[in-house]
């Protein structure tokens, strides 16, 4: 079956420095999401992607994220200047033409220090 | 706002055992609800959905079935096994044509031969 493939699994990074957490989704899904989880809480929404422009976002993603699909295959999440309080599990997600039925990545765990 | 709320965990069963994990949910509208799954190392997949008051989802053999009157979205299962050990997310969506999922905290259920 195909999936939602996320690198790196773990992410180690000093405070302050900026972070690129890479997806490869399903590749005829049409639709891109990026979730996180901070240990203990709840698996919260950061943004939605569709036809190359965010369709939605939440309050959590500030100026300090954003996204891209630079090629046919990869989405990527950056945090431009990273701060403790980002230390989460990141999900990427993917869907097609059931848009309800999201396929979701293994997570990338970034810790910041 | 939108919610979610699940029975904290973990929930810990013997083989063969009846499992129920209570979901609750508030809406402002008139919501999807989601039951996902986390197996270890592994990202969250659909387990069962159900779109519509008294509709019942069902995968696995786990029944969900959607309470509009309590606002619920209980799991159960008659007969579990060491395989289901793994991490249950609720969700809801309020169809706003991107699939933004509002989940709950999750609970762990640990299952022993």
């Known amino acids: 079956e195909p999936e939602v493939t996320q690198t790196p699994s773990h992410q180690v990074t000093q405070m302050g420095q900026e972070v690129i957490l890479r997806c490869v989704p399903i590749?005829?899904?049409?639709?891109f999401y990026w979730y996180r989880q901070i240990l203990g809480q709840k698996v919260e929404f950061l943004v939605s992607?569709?036809?190359?422009?965010?369709?939605?976002k939440s309050e959590i993603f500030d100026d300090q994220f954003s996204v891209e699909r630079p090629d046919g295959s990869n989405f990527t999440l950056k945090i431009r200047s990273t701060k403790l309080e980002d230390s989460a599990m990141y999900f990427c997600?993917?869907?097609?033409?059931?848009?309800?039925?999201?396929?979701f990545g293994s997570g990338t765990q970034l810790s910041v220090l | 706002g939108n919610s979610v709320t699940q029975m904290e965990g973990p929930v810990t069963l013997s083989e063969e055992a009846f499992l129920t994990i209570n979901c609750t949910y508030t809406?402002?509208?008139?919501?999807?609800l989601f039951w996902y799954v986390q197996y270890p190392g592994e990202g969250l997949q659909l387990l069962l959905k159900?779109?519509?008051?008294?509709d019942k989802g069902s995968n696995k053999g786990f029944e969900a079935t959607y309470r509009k009157e309590t606002t619920s979205f209980h799991l159960e299962k008659g007969s579990v096994q060491v395989s289901d050990s793994a991490v249950y997310f609720c969700?809801?969506?309020?169809?706003?044509?991107?699939?933004?999922?509002?989940f709950g905290k999750g609970t762990m259920l640990l299952v022993s031969p």
């Open positions: 997600a993917s869907s097609g033409d059931d848009n309800e039925k999201l396929f």
């Open positions: 590749s005829n899904h049409l639709y």
């Open positions: 992607f569709y036809n190359n422009e965010i369709s939605e």
């Open positions: 809406a402002t509208g008139y919501p999807s």
């Open positions: 159900a779109t519509k008051a008294d």
């Open positions: 969700a809801l969506s309020l169809n706003s044509g991107y699939s933004t999922l509002t």
